[in-house]
């Protein structure tokens, strides 16, 4: 399989990239930093034999048809596209500066939506088999912190759906994962015992990959966090300002 991974240089990206490379797979990894990148493609080249190539691509600045247009003089066809990349900013709980509000914005809903957007030609002539999208359980319900980021994953997850009806009658899977607190450089020590580790979710993800398409957990438990979150009066959810 040929695959791209957008936001490869760390975390969650990097340890898909890793299992993808593992399993042999020929890689594109984007990110914004050319050093990271070249580290963790040399990485993976030496210790699993197989062929990673990186690009270098800021999603604050969305350009997503030049995008999909190196990735694929890179690759020729690709067969898998995961849109990992994200961004949380500490003063998430407002006012926010425009430009981080914006960056916000930008890294975790204008370029994914863009991205998948440029993609559709290959989802509907069938040579890209599989999208996954990164959403988050900040998206469960809205609080008073990571507003704008919620918000912008809530959005992502609203165009995901949205495709899916679009491309239901389409051979390929959408695929979009609400994940829990993870052990990366993005939240470092705020999930404490919950935060699960990037490699377990990575495994998680492409195990499932080729199954059933739409919204689901990872870890599965956050599912019923979001139940009791959901069915939890106004009243007393007002309390939580975790
Ligand atoms: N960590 C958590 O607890 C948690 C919880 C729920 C959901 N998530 C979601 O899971 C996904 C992965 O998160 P993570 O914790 O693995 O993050 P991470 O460790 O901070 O890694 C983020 C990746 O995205 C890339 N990225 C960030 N901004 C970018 C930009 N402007 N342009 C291009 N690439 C950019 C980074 O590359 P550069 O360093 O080169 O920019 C890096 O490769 C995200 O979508 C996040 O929202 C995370």
């Not at 370029?111 to 890209?128: K, R, Y």
């Not at 919620?150 to 009658?169: I, N, Q, T």
Request: net charge positive; charged share 25%.
């Amino acid at each position: 399989m040929k695959a791209a991974v957008v936001g490869a240089s760390a975390g969650l990206g990097r340890a898909l990239a890793e299992r993808l490379a593992e399993a042999g797979h020929e890689l594109v990894l984007v990110a914004r930093d050319s050093r990271d990148l070249e580290a963790v493609a040399c990485d993976l080249r030496i210790r699993f034999a197989t062929s990673v190539r990186w690009l270098e691509a800021d999603l604050a600045v969305p350009d997503a048809a030049g995008l999909r247009a190196r990735i694929k003089d890179k690759l020729g066809r690709v067969d898998a596209l995961f849109l990992v990349a994200g961004l949380g900013d500490d003063t998430d709980h407002g006012p926010m500066e425009e430009a981080a509000l914006e960056r916000v914005i930008a890294v975790n809903y204008t370029s994914p939506v863009a991205i998948a957007n440029a993609f559709l030609p290959d989802l509907m002539d069938g040579s890209l088999s599989h999208l996954v999208g990164i959403g988050s359980v900040a998206a469960m319900r809205a609080r008073s912190r990571n507003m704008v980021y919620g918000s912008a994953k809530r959005g992502l997850e609203f165009y995901f759906e949205a495709l899916r009806h679009r491309l239901s009658a389409y051979p390929c899977r959408i695929q979009l994962y609400r994940v829990g607190f993870m052990d990366t450089s993005m939240l470092p020590g705020r999930g404490g015992p919950l935060a699960a580790s990037p490699d377990s979710i990575a495994r998680a993800i492409l195990a499932r990959l080729g199954g059933p398409g739409g919204v689901a957990y990872l870890p599965r438990w956050w599912r019923l966090v979001a139940i009791l979150l959901g069915v939890t009066p106004w009243r007393l959810f007002i309390r939580f300002k975790g």
